[in-house]
């Protein structure tokens, strides 16, 4: 049973390993556009974590700064720290203004060629340098 098992992955295994080096097609305008407003999105949730954290801690703090004071225990001067700054709400980014396709250029025609596209010169007449 093992020496079936073994054989069945032996031979599916160079059959699968293709689609491992498949490439994937480039993502459109509009995935790009998206996975950009995703990823100003996430930055702006740990902003708002690191906010909601940073108040949490100064609360904390003040109470147990409280309750040491009102215990009678020596309380120990507060650290100075930067105060907790609210990064405000979320404002998506304007989309970027695309060119119509009347002004990109993508309609002109080619510029006629002034010279041929290749010489006939080896490249020893192209690089007279020595390789080094």
């Not at 293709?18 to 790009?32: C, D, I």
């Not at 304007?94 to 290749?118: F, L, N």
Request: glycine share 4%; net charge positive.
């Amino acid at each position: 049973m093992k020496h079936t098992l073994t054989l069945l992955c032996a031979l599916a295994l160079p059959l699968a390993a293709p689609s491992v080096f498949a490439k994937l097609p480039a993502p459109s305008p509009e995935a790009q556009a998206k996975a950009a407003d995703t990823a100003a999105r996430t930055a702006w949730n740990a902003k708002i974590d690191g906010y909601l954290l940073c108040k949490a801690q100064d609360q904390v703090a003040a109470k147990y700064r409280a309750s040491a004071q009102a215990a009678g225990k020596p309380v120990p001067a507060a650290t100075a720290t930067p105060p907790c700054v609210d990064p405000g709400p979320y404002a998506a980014a304007p989309p970027a203004e695309t060119k119509p396709i009347e002004a990109s250029g993508a309609h002109s025609p080619a510029p006629t060629a002034a010279s041929p596209p290749s010489t006939n010169q080896t490249s020893a007449q192209t690089n007279p340098a020595p390789k080094k």
